[in-house]
């Protein structure tokens, strides 16, 4: 919370308040009482970070929902579902393939044909004619697959021969993830390709930049812990050497579509997927953001804890992380994930530890969940049994908010004065 420099004389309220001021008396040195004004950032005020405007501070998290059509094609469902949700400051799509033997799970999208390309536009459309901004999510699972996805039916691949212990969503349900086979040093500058390749078909398809999937366990993440790159070449061993295929791929991404269209997300201590704890995970992922700082990319998607799971799974510190991304970076923006209530959300916020918060489940039953935050509304349930998989039911057909409580909401966005803003867990 930074105190306003110009000690101007409080203000007790305004017509227009793009933020929120708060007074606090302060004794001064000859104990006279000042009342200074503190302006704190909103949750739900604009930002521009890189080269994205966004209406708030509140995006939709990536979320596999596995209603890709033949050929791992956008469908019209698809397009209905992110139009409703283009309340969000930013949607980052479910995670895409960047090629075929980047798929991982049954009926995943793409952006390496020109049909993936085709059925990605009129999406990209329906968030713009929404007013929202549209990320694509750049992803290759590595060893989290199954040859009955892979083309040709092959092995997986990873920085190791070692299969995962994880499962995976293919046509015959839940079924243990094949075991890989260990990348050619000669292969990689085609996967540094392959993202480069997709990053500039998701601007074809209309989307206002791209995020890279660092987290999770996959590929990227796979070349990055030590508890999974058993790898003896430039690739693996040291921390400078684990970190190289991200920062390649980093740079290629960001000369493709711009640094300020760029984001990339991270899960420094998540174990899902099997991705076992780094021997020294704070250290790794400090140093992958120094080596990132030249790129200024636009904004860093953080995972805090298990994603989806826990927040203190294990000790890390996010806040030194985001001092080395935002030194000398002032445009980019730190995003950050997993957890968070409406009430963590504004103070985050508010005390400048996040620039934006990003929600996953609570925008899948909750087309709506900018204004029902902004007004301390009751959030739906999601459907667990119609999470992956399936028609309209659990996906389109989630109700918004009665109009009665949404009418609540002030035509500047802000709650009614007589309208009870605490929060309700």
Sequence with gaps: MIVDARHRPCIRAAAHRPRAVVTRRLASVNDSLLCWPIQMTTLFEPIRFGHIDAANRIVMAPLTRNRAGPAQVPTSLMTTYYEQRAGAALIVTEATQISPSGQGYLDTPGIYSAAQISGWSPIANAVHGKGGRLMMQ???????????????????????????????????????????????????????????????????????????????????????????????????????????????????????????????????????????????????????????????????????????????VAPFDYAALRRRFKSGNAHGAWIANNGYTRAMAIEAVANGSADLIAFGRPFISNPDLVNRLRLNAPLAAVNIGTLYGGSAAGYTDYPLLDPEVAGRLEPDGHPRADFDFRYRA
Aim: with cysteine; hydrophobic share 40%.
């Design 138 to 312: 750049l992803w290759h699972v590595g060893r989290i697959s199954h040859t009955s996805l892979q083309p040709d039916g092959q092995q997986p691949v990873s920085s190791t021969a070692r299969r995962a212990n994880a499962k995976t969503f293919t046509a015959m349900g839940f079924e243990d993830v094949s075991t890989p086979r260990c990348l050619r040093l000669d292969e990689l500058p085609g996967i540094v390709h392959d993202f480069r390749e997709a990053a500039r078909n998701a601007m074809a398809a209309g989307c206002d930049g791209v995020e890279v999937h660092g987290a999770n366990g996959y590929l990227l993440e796979q070349f990055l812990r030590d508890s999974i790159n058993d790898r003896t070449d430039a690739y693996g061993g040291s921390k400078e050497n684990r970190v190289r295929l991200v920062v390649e791929v980093m740079a290629e991404v960001a000369a493709e579509v711009g640094p300020g269209r760029t984001g990339l997300r991270l899960s420094p201590v998540s174990p899902v997927n099997d991705a076992g704890q780094d021997s020294d995970a704070q250290g790794l992922f400090n140093l992958l953001l120094e080596r990132l700082a030249p790129l200024q990319l636009a904004y860093i998607h953080v995972i805090e804890g298990a994603t989806g799971g826990a927040r203190d």
